[in-house]
């Protein structure tokens, strides 16, 4: 990593300073300490664990791509290991049967997730749907969610908003092609997905003329950006009050931004609301429905502002970045197959035609655009590692895990486990397609956990509640962009490069730009 200026050159001096004492403290403490009788032996064993160095525990055999070094480690250690990085140890889980164990077996005992990051730092504290405890908030949010804020009825009031920004994707798209320039598809998919969840859940865009929008979804990627950082806190123990980085404050302030544009936007609302400016015809967007839930004297639990805004934080940063990704990846992964492409290409010819472009209701007549998505979730899932926490002690593949333990299931190695996946690493949609001689689960193209080898969207209570969205949304802009565009690779490369990015997620290590060549007039 490059220092590159004096406030980080200091930080790392202390850092450095701090480390290499700790380390000699910690050293003639265990000296002192040791026992001089050998250990009883324990008949619940934690979970295996590789050698240890003080200090950092097992810091020094992770590479930068998390999901990827933990599924090398479990290929010598086991379906379920304990890690300690740095300060903050975890379990792993690597397979499908342990997760089955985890997500349906012992579900209950594993339906919260764990303070991690910067959660303390968070001015949301105590409203984070996403990191909430499994308890009666939690359950009140996922209802809401379920029945109302992200059902099918109310994602089908919106398909017209959905169609709206996949045809300006489409229009921007062309004026790349028509000007000869670059098109930068990592810019394109995400701006798509801010979009279409902006204007779902507060009908503002993130582009073109609306400055509020636009300043939310700043604020939103400055919040992403900072989060990832300060998750370096969970290392340092702590220590990470000392903030020596200035992270946590920068994501404060940004944290702060956010809510006030927020506050702004719920005011409109609610003064549209008390003047009757409501048209009871009108579609309510999601803020709508969730004031009215602050409103309703009846309700089961008393929502504040805080957990409205909050709310948004937390779909915004579950839902932008993730469905983005993986419509990088899926266009990567084509462009890199163009059997598939065509193949793809083909069957949305004889589906839809040369004279429209692919919609929504399309989707069941596609089966090999669902094979193709699904195939990319499998290789590269947009959130690689669940975090749950253990209620209580249990014990899982023979080991106990103890209560308040991090237990991160690692779908990337399960998503590629040669026991379950025939060529594991290699991208061939045709395994979703019935018949194909690999079986999914009950149903070839189950995408909701009900089976355990396949979970890009988690399983149980706590999986994904924008998963039909997620899909909807990818479907419909892929098949767009292979409908009508050849796309040619920049600068004499081969191949699109398919390295994936350092941390947590799963994006790819540089942005897709490619080179669009208009195929269908529209
Ligand atoms: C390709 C796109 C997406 C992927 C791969 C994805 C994946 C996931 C996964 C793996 C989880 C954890 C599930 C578990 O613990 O079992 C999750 C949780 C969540 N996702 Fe998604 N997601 C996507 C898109 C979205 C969208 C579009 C939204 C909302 C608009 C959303 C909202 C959420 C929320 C609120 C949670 C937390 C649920 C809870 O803790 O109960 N996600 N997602």
């Known amino acids: 990593m490059a220092i590159t200026n004096a406030g980080d050159m200091l930080y790392y001096l202390v850092f450095l300073i701090w480390f290499i004492t700790a380390l000699l403290v910690h050293y003639f403490m265990k000296s002192y300490s040791k026992p001089h009788h050998s250990t009883p032996q324990i008949s619940n064993p934690p979970p295996p664990s590789p050698p240890a160095l003080p200090i950092i525990g097992h810091l020094h055999l992770i590479g930068k791509v998390l999901p990827k070094s933990f599924q090398t480690l479990a290929r010598r250690y086991g379906p379920l290991m304990q890690l300690r990085l740095g300060a903050s140890t975890c379990v792993v889980a690597s397979t499908a049967d342990v997760a089955k164990e985890i997500f349906k077996n012992q579900e209950l005992n594993f339906c919260s997730r764990p303070e991690f990051g910067s959660s303390e730092y968070f001015i949301y504290r105590g409203s984070r749907f996403v990191l909430a405890q499994y308890g009666d908030y939690w359950r009140f949010m996922k209802k809401l969610c379920m029945t109302r804020l992200l059902s099918v009825p109310q994602l089908n009031k919106f ?64 919040c992403l950006q900072l989060a990832g950082k300060v998750s370096v806190g969970d290392i340092l123990g702590p220590l990470k009050i000392f903030d020596f980085s200035g992270n ?149 593949n023979g080991s106990i895990v103890k209560a308040k333990t991090r237990v991160l299931v690692n779908v990337y190695a399960v998503m590629r486990d040669p026991e379950f996946w025939a060529h594991p690493d290699e991208f061939m949609p045709e395994r979703f397609l019935e018949g194909s001689g690999e079986r999914i689960g009950e149903h070839q193209m189950e995408f909701k956990g009900q089976n355990f080898r396949f979970l890009p969207f988690g399983s149980g209570r706590r999986g994904c ?38 941390g947590f997620a799963s994006e790819m290590a540089h942005p897709l730009v490619l080179c669009p060549v208009k195929h269908m007039q529209l």
């Open 159 to 222: 398909a017209d908003v959905r169609e709206e920004e996949k045809i300006k994707l489409v229009e921007s798209v062309m004026k790349c092609c028509i000007q000869g320039d670059p098109c930068d598809l990592t810019t394109e998919f995400t701006t798509l997905t801010n979009n279409t969840i902006c204007r779902m859940a507060m009908s503002t865009r993130c582009s073109g003329k609306d400055n509020e929008a636009e300043e939310i979804k700043g604020w939103i990627r400055t």
């Open 248 to 396: 946590d404050n920068k994501l404060k302030s940004a944290l702060l931004k956010y809510d006030r544009i927020v506050e702004k936007v719920l005011k409109e609302h609610e003064e549209k609301a008390v003047k009757g400016n409501f048209d009871p015809n009108q579609r309510k967007d999601l803020m709508d429905i969730l004031l009215e839930v602050y409103n309703d004297p009846s309700a089961e639990l008393k929502l504040t502002k805080k957990d409205i805004k909050s709310f948004f934080l937390d779909i915004f940063m579950a839902g932008t970045d993730t469905s983005s990704a993986a419509m990088q990846w899926a266009m990567g992964e084509l462009i890199n197959h163009p059997t598939a492409f065509m193949k793809l290409r083909d069957e949305i010819n004889t589906v839809v035609g040369p004279n429209r472009l692919v919609k929504e209701s399309d989707i069941q007549n596609l089966p090999y655009l669902r094979a193709v998505i699904r195939e990319t979730l499998r290789l590269h899932p947009s959130a690689p590692l669940i975090i749950r926490e253990c209620a209580e002690d249990c014990k899982i």
């Open 465 to 502: 509640p924008g998963a039909s969205l997620a899909m909807v949304v990818m479907h419909a802009a892929v098949g767009a962009m292979v409908q009508c565009f050849d796309w040619k690779l920049k600068g004499g490369d081969e191949k699109v490069d398919l390295s994936p990015g350092p």
